[in-house]
């Protein structure tokens, strides 16, 4: 049973035109979310967290939608630019259960 | 500031050899994770300590995996015997408290099992 899923393997934008990456769970506990980046050959790295209290965060080009009765959440990039190009984790979490729950990663990929 | 450093960064061995991965956290940090990461199964979590205390092994796949974590600045995943399938990425990931903190993830160690 797949608590996290992103449901798109890879996504491919133009430079300059919005990213949207997508998430979908089926635990209501979770009510904290991330997103990572992973570059090859890297461990992934934090890019942007939104708790259940929120609806949305923004941070620089980056926000998190997150909507909790579709039990989905969204990051968008804008602009997207090359250097966004890598794979994105979706990860949820119950606070106090000290563990994530990551889904499958989205590639994106921005063309110059 | 040192991030996760995890070694060896790449293995390869034989069938049936014993594998030792190894992993030093960020100094501070009281939790940490071992991740596998495959084509097959994603990023799939296999042990978490909490202040070197084992919390979660449920996703340790079986009994020839064990992980310990006898400080907080030191932790091993052994592999023992090693299979082929059991080849893939392993990362050890840190982080400062249990409550809405990130993971800081060191880069992997690559394992290949011929």
């Known amino acids: 049973d797949q608590q996290v899923k992103q449901n798109s393997p890879s996504l491919s934008v133009q430079e300059g035109r919005i990213s949207i990456l997508n998430c979908d769970y089926t635990?209501?506990?979770?009510?904290?979310f991330l997103w990572y980046k992973k570059y090859p050959a890297e461990g992934p790295t934090f890019l942007i967290s939104?708790?259940?209290?929120?609806d949305k965060n923004e941070d620089g080009r980056f926000t998190v939608f997150l909507n909790k009765s579709a039990k989905h959440l969204s990051l968008h990039i804008v602009p997207s630019q090359p250097g966004d190009s890598a794979v994105y984790f979706c990860a949820a979490s119950v606070t106090n259960a000290g563990k994530s729950t990551f889904g499958d990663g989205t590639t994106l990929t921005v063309k110059p | 500031d040192a991030g996760v450093i995890q070694s060896p960064r790449h293995e390869v061995t034989e069938m049936g050899q014993e594998v030792t991965l190894r992993c030093k956290p960020i100094s501070g940090h009281n939790s940490l994770f071992w991740y596998r990461q495959t084509m097959m199964r994603g990023l799939e979590l296999l042990i978490y300590f909490n202040n070197n205390v084992p919390i979660d092994d449920s996703g340790m796949p079986e009994d020839r995996f064990s992980a310990k974590m006898p400080n907080a600045s030191f932790s091993t995943l052994k592999i023992q015997p090693s299979e082929p399938r059991d080849s893939a990425v392993y990362f050890c990931?840190?982080?400062?408290?249990?409550?809405?903190?990130?993971?800081?993830f060191g880069d992997g160690t690559r394992l290949s099992i011929l």
């Open positions: 635990n209501s506990m979770f009510d904290y």
């Open positions: 939104i708790s259940s209290i929120k």
């Open positions: 990931a840190s982080s400062p408290t249990q409550v809405y903190q990130p993971q800081h």
